[in-house]
């Protein structure tokens, strides 16, 4: 992924209602969801909703594919894998043992995570 290329991807993703779809559609692969029900979720007008999805797919976050009548769209998981790749592209100089907790806490993916221990302290 190319800085220009992440840009358009950081933006797209700056808005409260798009984040909340892709989000949404994360969570909802690899079957996706259709345009309708993504809408209704969300709580957004369809033609407002049509918007935001042009948004998201233009910057490369989400695909569309026609079902029957229906547009259902589903995350693209590799561009969330190049914008996390991207991020961290030149984590820490090159000192691996500096990003290690980073990437570990990217390849726990929805697991739960174990309380730290300040908060065990605190709790």
């Known amino acids: 992924m190319d800085t220009n290329e992440a840009i358009l ?55 569309a594919d026609r079902r029957s009548r229906s547009i259902v769209y589903r995350a693209r998981l590799e561009a969330v894998r190049g914008l996390a790749g991207f991020l961290v592209k030149d984590c820490c100089g090159g000192r691996s043992e500096l990003c290690a907790p980073l990437i570990a806490g990217l390849s726990l993916c929805g697991a739960p995570q174990a309380p730290s221990p300040r908060e065990v302290a605190h709790g």
């Open 9 to 63: 991807a950081f933006s797209a993703l700056s808005q409260a209602t798009r984040l909340e779809v892709f989000r949404l559609l994360v969570e909802h692969e690899p079957d996706g969801l259709p345009a309708g029900e993504i809408a209704r979720r969300i709580g957004v007008p369809h033609n407002t909703m049509s918007t935001h999805l042009a948004i998201l797919t233009r910057a490369g976050l989400i695909d």
